[in-house]
């Protein structure tokens, strides 16, 4: 599989915010939002070929009991199917991130979705824009996912008005509980992320959904390995 790199550090965001985890970022994506704070998994993509048997490897050698397998977009690449099947075998509580395109059979112990609003288009390559507006949004393939393993969905957000198109955009998904669903400031600057978080939590407790601080930038800053 290609990994552009692993690292140990804290999750910063939803359900196992604040937690120990070795992150497996592999590189690819199929998508190419503005704002994506991972270019080098995605518009730039890095990294190697690696050996399936040499990533758990690695992974195995940190004693950390979470793991959170990540990119650019994971389910592109089909050895992360039994990579998450094994480190579960071994006793770890596997995390997946994914955008909600691509479906693979994959189990895991929380399967955390942040599905791609309009307000992630591309602004400089009217190819890609077509490309991603086209792919973005693939209500069959989160269904799936959603019937696959426990999750979590988390949207990004930007503007006052991306909170209309996620409350229609639930419509589609009647059984997902309000408690499931996070809100996240877009931003990659402790500056802009509170900026936004003074309009937007008060707005998740108002539509009874939780609000997804983006703990890794207030601690490390947005740098990559943490």
């Avoid at 939002?33 to 518009?43: G, I, K, Q």
């Avoid at 089909?78 to 909600?100: M, N, S, Y």
Wanted: proline share 7%; glycine share 6%; charged share 25%.
């Amino acid at each position: 599989m290609r990994i552009a790199e692993i690292f140990h550090s804290i999750q910063g965001e939803g359900e196992f915010s604040g937690t120990p985890s070795v992150f497996v970022r592999t590189t690819g994506c199929n998508l190419r939002c503005w704002f994506c704070d991972t270019p080098y998994a995605s518009f730039r993509p890095e990294g190697a070929r690696r050996d399936s048997a040499e990533v758990l490897n690695e992974i195995l050698s940190v004693d950390c009991e979470h793991v959170v397998i990540t990119g650019g977009e994971p389910l592109l690449q089909p050895e992360v199917v039994p990579l998450a099947r094994t480190l579960r075998q071994q006793g770890k509580i596997v995390t997946l991130e994914t955008a909600g395109t691509v479906f693979r059979p994959i189990e895991v112990d929380l399967m955390s979705i942040s599905p791609k609003l309009s307000n992630s288009s591309p602004r400089d390559s009217v190819r890609w824009k077509e490309r991603h507006q086209r792919d973005r949004h693939r209500p069959g393939v989160i269904q799936q996912l959603l019937e696959t393993s426990r999750y979590q969905l988390k949207f990004v957000v930007d503007q006052p008005e991306d909170l209309d198109e996620i409350v229609a955009y639930l419509t589609g998904f009647r059984t997902v509980s309000p408690e499931c669903v996070w809100l996240m400031p877009q931003g990659v600057k402790q500056e802009e992320l509170v900026q936004k978080e003074a309009w937007l939590a008060p707005a998740a407790a108002r539509l009874g959904f939780r609000f997804c601080p983006r703990k890794q930038i207030e601690m490390f800053g947005n740098v990559r390995g943490t």
